[in-house]
């Protein structure tokens, strides 16, 4: 799976599992959590989600505003450990 393919799958899981709005037009920059989108809960559910699609472990520790903010922030955890 490459970059694009985890972008799409995250963006789709976040607008209709957790935002429950999938026409909302998000982008890779938009802040999630301080934003005020999602919450610390929905945050933990897109990172069990993300190692059940890509098989990447994300550690409790790093499931912070700093490391996970945005859709590009995800990804780029994601794609440093492939």
């Known amino acids: 799976m490459n970059r694009d393919d985890i972008t799409r799958k995250l963006a789709d899981f976040i607008l209709t599992d957790i935002l429950n ?3 909302y037009p998000l982008t890779e920059d938009e802040p999630l959590i301080t934003g005020g989108l999602i919450d610390s809960h929905s945050l933990v559910r897109i990172a069990v989600f993300a190692e059940q699609e890509t098989g990447v472990s994300i550690p ?3 499931l912070t505003v700093k ?14 450990e492939r």
Do not use: E, G, K, Q
Not at 67 to 80: E, F, G, K, P, Q
């Open 21 to 23: 709005r999938p026409d």
């Open 67 to 80: 490391n996970m903010d945005t859709l590009r922030l995800i990804v780029d955890r994601i794609m440093a």
């Open 60 to 62: 409790d520790t790093d």
